[in-house]
């Protein structure tokens, strides 16, 4: 009986030693990719039908500008720049656009460190945690929002994850962070951890 408690008390440390390890790893990949991407967050009015479908019409402006502001580049910190430098014409673009929808709500348009939760889009995932935002906010700012990244532009519908990635800077490893599919439950694992310590 003390042989097997031994046998399975070094087994349990190895367990926990290589948790420790994947978590370390996994909070310094969680950190590099923060760092580099700039998501989007455009956030309704309301929960209306009319004010949703408003939501993503702005979504479209919004996209259209920051694609176009930050076209070539390769670093994160420019892409930022360019997008503070856009700021003015995506808040006029996205009032216009709530105008046009027959709305008559204000937008307010930041960019800015915000706290994301875990997030699958299909073809890839983002850990939860803090990362810079260029964020729309119509009216109230009370109905659902959308989210994506705007650098590097993998809110395009053709965007290939990979070369997108890899054009803005993210290196093989950041990519396949994101990409794998374990990284979903890696992701959605820790953020259960991070509540229950």
């Known amino acids: 009986m003390k042989r097997f408690l031994k046998t399975a008390a070094g087994f349990l440390a190895c367990v926990l030693l290589a948790a420790a390890c994947a978590a370390g790893y996994d909070a310094a990949m969680r950190k590099s990719v923060a760092e580099k991407l700039t998501r989007l967050q455009v956030v309704a009015h309301s929960d209306a039908d009319g004010d949703q479908r408003v939501k993503l019409a702005v979504r479209d402006r919004v996209l259209e500008i920051a694609s176009r502001a930050t076209a070539g580049c390769t670093d994160p910190d420019d892409a930022r720049r360019r997008l503070a430098a856009a700021l003015p014409e995506i808040e006029r673009a996205a009032g216009e656009t709530v105008y046009a929808s027959g709305r008559a709500y204000p937008a307010r348009v930041s960019l800015g460190k915000t706290a994301y939760p875990f997030r699958d889009y299909g073809t890839f995932a983002l ?57 979903r439950a890696r992701f959605f694992l820790l953020e259960l951890l991070g509540r229950w310590l």
Do not use: K, M, Q
Request: overall charge negative.
């Open 127 to 183: 850990p939860g945690g803090e990362y810079t935002a260029l964020r729309v906010v119509l009216g109230d700012g009370a109905g659902h929002n959308w989210w994506c990244v705007a650098f590097p532009a993998l809110c395009e519908p053709a965007a290939d994850i990979r070369e997108t990635a890899a054009a803005a800077g993210l290196s093989r490893r950041e990519i396949a962070f994101i990409r794998s599919d374990g990284a």
